[in-house]
């Protein structure tokens, strides 16, 4: 059984840096296409960026050049590097990876969640 586990929310101030991580069991991020998803209240739950079984990454406008994707293969873990935070950054950040096939912008393709991470920013 695939399991995600997300860490590293917190609250930080605007400009500040934060990492979150994802570690994974009952599967290996090598070869996984895994995206990380930030929902706020009223909204849906969207994509942030993702990055493709071979380790192509995708950033969403938002965030692109600020934050960060990657894969640990030893520690079998994903990682999301967050610079320059803004408050608009807030929000519940939600990992996911798709059991087959390619990476896409769509939730309702990943098949495999974590429970979210919060993470706060103040001006």
């Known amino acids: 059984q695939v399991q995600l586990v997300e860490s590293g929310g917190d609250s930080v101030q605007a400009g500040g840096t934060l990492r979150l991580s994802c570690a994974m069991s009952g599967s290996s991020v090598s070869g996984t296409c895994m995206g990380w998803f930030r929902q706020t209240p009223g909204k849906e739950r969207e994509v942030i960026t993702f990055i493709t079984g071979d380790d192509r990454p995708w950033y969403g406008e938002s965030v692109k050049g600020r934050f960060v994707i990657s894969k640990d293969v030893a520690k079998n873990t994903l990682y999301l590097e967050m610079n320059a935070l803004k408050p608009e950054d807030s929000g519940v950040y939600y990992c996911?990876?798709?059991?087959?096939?390619?990476?896409?912008?769509?939730?309702?393709?990943?098949?495999?969640w974590g429970q979210g991470t919060q993470v706060t920013v103040s001006s």
């Open positions: 996911a990876a798709k059991s087959v096939g390619y990476c896409t912008t769509r939730s309702d393709r990943y098949y495999y």
